[in-house]
């Protein structure tokens, strides 16, 4: 298994940047054209953006400390 995202059809390696606008313009683009097309990849991104949410909610309560 290769951890270039080059073989990553599936872009699961690219999604978890994704969510943190960590990309570069062309990935972003291919992540979002992927999510479009793959429901299995929908699925992870929606998950991962709803823990990346959860997580800048515990960081601003933290910050009210
Ligand atoms: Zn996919």
């Known amino acids: 298994m290769s951890a270039d995202p ?3 059809p599936h872009v699961r ?3 978890g940047a994704y969510v943190l606008d960590a990309l570069d313009a ?3 683009r291919r992540v979002a054209r992927h999510l479009r097309g793959c429901d299995g990849c929908a699925q992870v991104y929606v998950e ?3 823990a990346s949410a959860l997580l800048a909610l515990v960081r601003a ?3 009210r400390e």
């Open 26 to 28: 062309l990935e972003t």
């Open 13 to 15: 390696l690219l999604l």
């Open 48 to 50: 991962m953006a709803e």
């Open 61 to 63: 309560e933290d910050l």
């Open 6 to 8: 080059g073989d990553d």
